[in-house]
C-alpha cells in the first residue's frame, strides 16, 4: 500500500532522448540536419512540427517546447541577419527530445544557453556554415546528451580546435525555495562532510559548519561562534537549499512526539534498521541494541507521553539505546514528529498583555518558539500561564 | 476589462477562438483583451529609465531579456493576434505547446464547418501541474463537442463564427505595423452571444474553476477544474493532490466515510434534472457515520456504483473522505491547523456554533482521547448533536485528523529481516550459517520430542500438525526461523481456534493495515479482534497513527 502512494512522487525518467540540429535549407525548406541518435523523430513528425523547430521570425529566441506523439522537443530558434547568408539569413535551431511526460522546465535553460553558445560560434568562426567544422557537431551533440544525462554537466572546450571557444553547461534543478529558518530550529547534516568541499565555502558558513552536531539549535550556534543571528540564518538556509542539512525541531526532555505512519516502512525495512542500529548505539563496547528494543522504544512516543516518560518507561541506557539519537534518526527519517504546545489566549489580547509580563499568546506561537524569541524557560511560561486563567493550550 | 490587480497571478491568461480556413488563420475572439489605451498605460509605467545605458554589444548575453514579455499584468501579451491564430492551428491531436513561459493548450480538433476548423485554446501561465494540462485540454474537448452539437441543432457556430469574422473585416483596427487590434473585440462582446459565453467561461474558471453554462441557451456545458475547485492548506506539500483526485478510485475503501463540503440542501438543488438517479438517492442518504459499505447495503447499489458516485463528487470538489464518525474514533488536531486568535476560521465557527471557542474546543483534542471521553453522558441530546456536528464541521475544513491502530507482528526479541538480510550480504559468514542450521534442527528436535511427549494424546498432535503450513506464511513474510520458533512457542498455551484465527491475520500485522481495514476484510467483529489481540498481545505492537492514505490526507480549506 505505501509503495503505491510514493510513486506518485517519482519523476518520469528525465532523460534526454536525443539531439536534433534543424536548420533552414533555402531549396528544402525546413530540414533536419543531424539527429543523435538516429531516426528518434521521422520526417513525416518533422514536417507536421516544422512551424514550431524553424518557426517564422516573430517566434526567434523564444524557447518553444511542442509534445508531439510520444516526444516533447524543447527548442530555441536562432535567427542571423547578414549579407554572407543566402537570403541574407541563417535560422537554426538545436533541438532537446524528452519523452512527452518529462518535466522539462530545468532543461530551458540549458536550451537556450547551447542555442546562444552555437549563435557566437557562427557569429565569430562561421561555425555552422564552414563544413570542415560543421563536422564536429554531431560529435559534441553526442558529447552533450551523454554528459548531461550522466552527470548534469557539460563541458567542451576547443571545439573543433578554435581558439577560446567553450561550451560550459549545467543543469540545474528546481529547487522550491527553502523554509524561513527560526532560532529554535535545530540543523543536522543529512549528508557526510566529506561529500562536499566546505573549503569553497565562506568563513561564515564554515564556522557554522563546524559548530553543527545534530543538537544545538540555531541561535545556540550563533551565539558560540559569535555570529549575529540573522546572518548565521541565512548561511543555514543556505545549506538548506544546497541539501547538506536539514532542520529539526529541537529535543528536550518535556518534548513531545509521534508516530507516523513511516514507522510501517521501518518495520519492514532492513536497510534502515540497520542504519538505526548504528546510529543509535549509545555505549560502543557493548553489544548493539537490538530492533525488537529500538521499536519498543520509538513506540512508546505518543500523545501525552514525554520525552522523560519515555526514558523512565523505556529504559533506553540499559538497552544500549542513545535516546537523543534514537528520536533524532526518527526525526530524519519522518518516522517521528514533533507536537508542539500552543498557548492561546481567549480573552482581548491586550488585557493578557498587561495582566501579567509582556509575552502574549497570540496561538500561532508554540513553546519552542516563544521561549527562544523571549529568551525565557519553559518554565517560566508555565508559570505565567498557571496565573492566567484565559488561556487554553493546543497541542499540535 | 480593466487591470483589476496589477500583480495579477491567476494561471488563466486568455481563452482564445480560432479559425483555419482556406483564406488562412484567423484569431475570432480573445478574452480577456487589452484595450488600445490600457496598452499606451502600460508603455508610459514601463518606460526605461533616462540614464540606462544603452549597450549594442553584449546583444547575445541579453538575448532573451531585451525581447518582449510575454505575460504583462496577467494579460497575454507580446504575440499578436496574427501571430496567436497561427500557432494555434491544430496538428492532429491534442495542442500542447509552450512559448517561453506561455502554455497554449487546445483539444483535437472536431469543429470542421464548411472547409473551416475551429478551436479552442486556452492560455495559461506555466508552470502548470500535469493533470491540470489533461484538464483544460478535456474542458477544449467539451466545449468543442458542446459547440457541435449546437451547430447540427441550428447552426449555431456558423452564424456567430460569420458574425465574428464580418466584425473583424468592417473594425479593421490595425496599426502602423499593419497588426491587428484588440479594440474590435470589445465592440464585438456586445453584440455576439458566443463572445459572451466565452467571457462567462472565463470568468467561471477565475471564480471557482467550475464551469456550468448553456450554450446558446440549449446545450449544457458543464466541467470542473478540481486543482482550482479545491481549496488547499498546504499547496507545496500536497502538489500532488491533483493526480490523487483524478485516481480517488485507486484511493477508496469501501469502510471510508464521507462528509459533503456544501450543505445538502445546496448539494441537492445544484444536481442537474438529468442526473443520476444513485447519485441523488445517495446524497439524500448522507450520513457521516455511514460507511460506503454502509450506503452500499441501505440503498441497494453495488459498491461499484457507490464508488463511482464519490469519485464524481470528489471530482467536483463537493466531498471530502474520511473515516465515519464513531464513538471510538481518536482524534487529534491537524499539524497544519490555523491556531492563530481572530482568524476567519476562528469566527466562522463562533457565528455557526453559538459563540463556542474554537480555541477551547479544539483544546480538547489536545490529548488523543477517544471522542466517546469528550462526550459527556450527562449533557442533554441536544447538546450532544452539537459536539458531533462541531466535529463534523472541523472535519470538512481538516482541522481534526484521525488516528487508527496498527498492528506489527513482535515477538520478544523479534529480529525480523535483518537475518535474512546477513544471510544474503554475507555469504562468506559460515558461522552464521551453520549456527542458522543448528537452529533449524535443534527446533525440528524440539517438535519431534515434543511429539514424542504427547503420544498418548493423539488428538492434541493432530492439531498442531499445521506448524508446516504456518511456517510457509511466516516465511512468506521474511519472518526468519529464530523469530518463527518464539511464534510458535507461544502458541503453546493457545487455542487452536484462536492459533488459526491468529495466523490468518498475520498479513496484516505490519503497520499498514488498520483495525478498521482488518475488521472489513476478515469480516469478523471488532470484540473478537480485540479479545484475539489481547490473547497475543506477548506477539504484536500496536501503534497509532494517521491513515497515509492520500485520499485521507488532502487538506481541503473552505
Redesign the interface.
Request: hydrophobic residues 40%; positive net charge.
Given at each position: 500500500?505505501?509503495e503505491?502512494?510514493q510513486t506518485?512522487?517519482q519523476n518520469v525518467t528525465d532523460k534526454i532522448l536525443a539531439l536534433v540540429f534543424c536548420e533552414f535549407d533555402i531549396d528544402e525548406g525546413p530540414k533536419i540536419k543531424y539527429q543523435k541518435p538516429n531516426d528518434v523523430i521521422n520526417k513525416q513528425t518533422f514536417d507536421?512540427?516544422s512551424?514550431?523547430i524553424i518557426p517564422?521570425v516573430?517566434?526567434k529566441?523564444?524557447?518553444?517546447?511542442?509534445?508531439?506523439?510520444k516526444y516533447r522537443i524543447c527548442g530555441f530558434p536562432i535567427y542571423l541577419e547578414h549579407i554572407k547568408y543566402k537570403r541574407n539569413m541563417y535560422i537554426f535551431n538545436l533541438c532537446f527530445i524528452f519523452d512527452k511526460?518529462t518535466n522539462t522546465?530545468s532543461y530551458e535553460a540549458v536550451v537556450?544557453k547551447l542555442a546562444?553558445d552555437l549563435?557566437?560560434l557562427e557569429?565569430e568562426s562561421e561555425f555552422l556554415n564552414n563544413e570542415n567544422l560543421k563536422q564536429h557537431l554531431p560529435k559534441i551533440m553526442e558529447q552533450v546528451q551523454n554528459n548531461l544525462n550522466e552527470t548534469g554537466e557539460c563541458i567542451i572546450q576547443r571545439i573543433a580546435n578554435l581558439e577560446h571557444s567553450a561550451i560550459f553547461l549545467k543543469l540545474i534543478k528546481n529547487h522550491?525555495d527553502p523554509r524561513l529558518v527560526q532560532s529554535c530550529d535545530v540543523p543536522v547534516f543529512v549528508r557526510s562532510k566529506s561529500e562536499f568541499e566546505i573549503d569553497d565555502w565562506d568563513l561564515t558558513t564554515q564556522k557554522i559548519v563546524s559548530s553543527i552536531n545534530g543538537f544545538k539549535t540555531v541561535s545556540l550556534i550563533a551565539k558560540e561562534t559569535n555570529i549575529e543571528s540573522s546572518v548565521a540564518k541565512e548561511a543555514i538556509q543556505n545549506l538548506l537549499y544546497s541539501d547538506i542539512i536539514r532542520l529539526v525541531p529541537i529535543i528536550q526532555y518535556s518534548s513531545m512526539f509521534?508516530?507516523?505512519?513511516?514507522?510501517?516502512k521501518f518495520?519492514?525495512n532492513?536497510?534502515l534498521?540497520?542504519d538505526a542500529i548504528k546510529f543509535c548505539q549509545f555505549d560502543k563496547e557493548r553489544e548493539p541494541p537490538?530492533?525488537?528494543d529500538m521499536?519498543?522504544v520509538l513506540?512508546m512516543f505518543?500523545?501525552?507521553f514525554m520525552v522523560k516518560n519515555v526514558i523512565e518507561l523505556g529504559n533506553p541506557i540499559e538497552k544500549n539505546i542513545d535516546i537523543k539519537k534514537l528520536i533524532l534518526f526518527g526525526l530524519i527519517q519522518g518516522l517521528l514528529?514533533k507536537?508542539n504546545k500552543?498557548p492561546?489566549?481567549?480573552s482581548d489580547?491586550q488585557r493578557s498583555k498587561t495582566e501579567s509580563s509582556n509575552i502574549c499568546f497570540?496561538?500561532?506561537y508554540n513553546y519552542d518558539k516563544i521561549c527562544s524569541e523571549n529568551g525565557i524557560s519553559i518554565k517560566k511560561i508555565e508559570d505565567q500561564l498557571d496565573e492566567d486563567p484565559n488561556v487554553?493550550?493546543?497541542?499540535? | 476589462m480593466d487591470l483589476k490587480s496589477q500583480n495579477d497571478s491567476f494561471e488563466l491568461l486568455a481563452i482564445l477562438l480560432v479559425s483555419q480556413g482556406s483564406s488562412g488563420s484567423h484569431l475570432l475572439f480573445k478574452y480577456p483583451f487589452t484595450d488600445q489605451g490600457q496598452i499606451k498605460n502600460f508603455k508610459q509605467t514601463s518606460k526605461k529609465s533616462a540614464y540606462s545605458i544603452i549597450s549594442t554589444e553584449n546583444r547575445n548575453l541579453s538575448l532573451l531579456d531585451r525581447e518582449q514579455k510575454s505575460i504583462v499584468n496577467g494579460l497575454l501579451c507580446g504575440l499578436n493576434n496574427d501571430v496567436l491564430a497561427n500557432l494555434c492551428q491544430s496538428i492532429n491531436e491534442q495542442l500542447e505547446l509552450k512559448i517561453d513561459n506561455v502554455f497554449f493548450l487546445g483539444c483535437k480538433s472536431i469543429l470542421k464547418i464548411n472547409q473551416v476548423t475551429f478551436n479552442i485554446v486556452f492560455a495559461l501561465r506555466s508552470p502548470l501541474p500535469r493533470p491540470a494540462i489533461r484538464c483544460y485540454q478535456m474542458l477544449s474537448l467539451a466545449i468543442s463537442k458542446s459547440l457541435l452539437k449546437e451547430e447540427t441543432n441550428s447552426g449555431y457556430l456558423t452564424h456567430q463564427s460569420k458574425m465574428l469574422q464580418d466584425f473583424l473585416d468592417e473594425h479593421q483596427n490595425i496599426d502602423e505595423n499593419n497588426r491587428r487590434l484588440d479594440s474590435s473585440f470589445s465592440d464585438v462582446l456586445d453584440k455576439c452571444q458566443l463572445a459572451q459565453e466565452i467571457k462567462i467561461i472565463y470568468e467561471s474558471i477565475r471564480k471557482d474553476g467550475v464551469v456550468d453554462i448553456s450554450v446558446n441557451n440549449c446545450v449544457n456545458l458543464s466541467f470542473c477544474l478540481p486543482h482550482l475547485a479545491y481549496k488547499i492548506l498546504d499547496k507545496c506539500e500536497q502538489s500532488n493532490f491533483v493526480e490523487v483526485i483524478f485516481s480517488a478510485s485507486k484511493y477508496l475503501e469501501p469502510y471510508f466515510g464521507i462528509v459533503l463540503l456544501t450543505k445538502r440542501e445546496e448539494l441537492v438543488r445544484a444536481l442537474p434534472s438529468n442526473s443520476n438517479l444513485y447519485c441523488r438517492m445517495f446524497i439524500e442518504k448522507y450520513n457521516p457515520v455511514y460507511s460506503l459499505a454502509n450506503y452500499s447495503a441501505e440503498l441497494d447499489i453495488p459498491i461499484k456504483e457507490i464508488y463511482a458516485i464519490v469519485e464524481h463528487l470528489i471530482y467536483w470538489a463537493k466531498v471530502k473522505v474520511i473515516y465515519p464518525i464513531s464513538e471510538n474514533n481518536f482524534y487529534i488536531i491537524n499539524p497544519n491547523a490555523q491556531l492563530r486568535i481572530n482568524t476567519k476560521i476562528s469566527i466562522e465557527f463562533g457565528d455557526e456554533f453559538d459563540n463556542a471557542s474554537y480555541h477551547y474546543v479544539l483544546s480538547l483534542f489536545s490529548e488523543a482521547r477517544a471522542l466517546s471521553d469528550l462526550l459527556d453522558p450527562r449533557w442533554p441530546r441536544e447538546k450532544h448533536t452539537m459536539f458531533i456536528n462541531i466535529v463534523i464541521w472541523l472535519l470538512q475544513r481538516s482541522v481534526l485528523i484521525q488516528l487508527h491502530d496498527y498492528l506489527f507482528l513482535m515477538p520478544k526479541k523479534f529480529e525480523h529481516q535483518r537475518l535474512a538480510c546477513d544471510k544474503i550480504s554475507k555469504l562468506s559468514d559460515v558461522s552464521y550459517d551453520e549456527e542458522n542450521e543448528c537452529s533449524i534442527s535443534r527446533l525440528e528436535c524440539g517438535a519431534c520430542s515434543e511429539n514424542s511427549n504427547d503420544t498418548e494424546n493423539a488428538d492434541y498432535r493432530n492439531s498442531t500438525l499445521c506448524y508446516d503450513e504456518f511456517r510457509e506464511i511466516l516465511s512468506d513474510f521474511k519472518i526468519s526461523e529464530k523469530d518463527q520458533q518464539h511464534i510458535f512457542k507461544a502458541f503453546e498455551v493457545k487455542s487452536e481456534a484462536d492459533i488459526k484465527l491468529f495466523m490468518r491475520l498475520v498479513p496484516y500485522f505490519n503497520g499498514m493495515y488498520n483495525i478498521e481495514s482488518i475488521v472489513y476484510k476478515e469480516q469478523i467483529s471488532w470484540s473478537d479482534l480485540y479479545t484475539l489481540l489481547d490473547k497475543f498481545k506477548d506477539l504484536l505492537f500496536v501503534s497509532s497513527y494517521e491513515d497515509p492514505n492520500p485520499l485521507i490526507r488532502i487538506n481541503i480549506r473552505i
Open positions: 500500500m505505501i503505491i502512494f506518485l512522487d507536421s512540427i512551424s514550431y517564422k516573430y517566434l529566441n523564444k524557447i518553444i517546447t511542442i509534445t508531439v506523439g511526460n522546465c537556450k546562444c549563435r557566437t557569429v522550491l509521534v508516530r507516523t505512519s513511516l514507522i510501517a518495520y519492514s532492513s536497510e534498521q540497520s537490538t530492533f525488537y521499536f519498543m513506540n505518543s500523545h501525552g514528529r507536537i500552543y492561546i489566549s481567549l489580547s497570540p496561538g500561532d487554553v493550550i493546543c497541542i499540535k | -
